[in-house]
């Protein structure tokens, strides 16, 4: 049963909460050695630690220019994911959005869009964000699929950013402005 009391932003099926340093010793560190988790992020060419996790921690979830939050599935009350703002720019109303859906058995049951849709919703309305932007691997067609459901847009592509796999990979830049928000998913 969810534990709600720790609830920062409630939505549906999850809530998102502050990341615990307790948290670092959960699953956390396992999703960034998994194989599965990272095939689509710029992680997992290099093993992660638990003094990674840690300095990961201090310098950027603990900092005011980051909101960085644990996704929380409600009913069984367990953490599957991170997801947050980064790089608030508060003179230029602007922030970068990143999200990582670590418990595979949550993939494709639309928990990853409604915790997008929640960020951006507070990045827009409490932070006073004018755009929220972020960077997906072109392979990642789900996921691009996902943010333009939500209201991103398509606005270039960085080729062959990211070495991944044994090959280049193409950055698709995608942002969404404080009106374009598809609010269905909250």
């Known amino acids: 049963m969810a534990n709600l009391e720790s609830a920062f932003i409630n939505g ?18 396992r999703w960034f050695n998994d194989s599965d988790v990272t095939e689509h ?7 992660t630690t638990i003094n990674d996790l840690r300095r990961y921690y201090d310098q950027v979830i603990l900092s005011q220019k980051n ?16 997801i947050g703002l980064h790089e608030i720019n508060f003179l230029h109303q602007n922030a970068e ?16 869009k409604e915790a997008i849709a929640l960020i951006c919703h507070h990045g827009f309305q409490q932070l006073n964000m004018q755009r929220i932007e972020l960077g997906v691997l072109a ?3 789900s996921a691009i699929r996902s943010y333009e459901a939500i209201g991103f847009k398509n ?3 960085k080729r062959n950013k990211v070495y991944k796999n ?21």
Do not use: Q
Request: charged share 30%; with cysteine; net charge negative.
């Open 155 to 157: 606005e270039g592509i």
């Open 67 to 82: 909101l960085i939050l644990a996704v929380i599935e409600k009913e069984n009350d367990e953490h599957i994911g991170n």
């Open 97 to 112: 959005m990143g999200i990582c859906l670590g418990e595979k058995r949550y993939w494709g049951k639309g928990m990853a």
């Open 12 to 29: 549906k099926k999850i809530y998102l909460r502050s990341i615990s340093e307790s948290d670092l010793t959960g699953n956390y560190l």
């Open 41 to 47: 992020m710029i992680k997992g060419t290099y093993p």
């Open 166 to 186: 044994g090959e280049f990979v193409d950055v698709i830049m995608m942002a969404m402005l404080k009106d374009e928000l598809n609010r269905d998913f909250l």
């Open 139 to 141: 392979t990642h067609r």
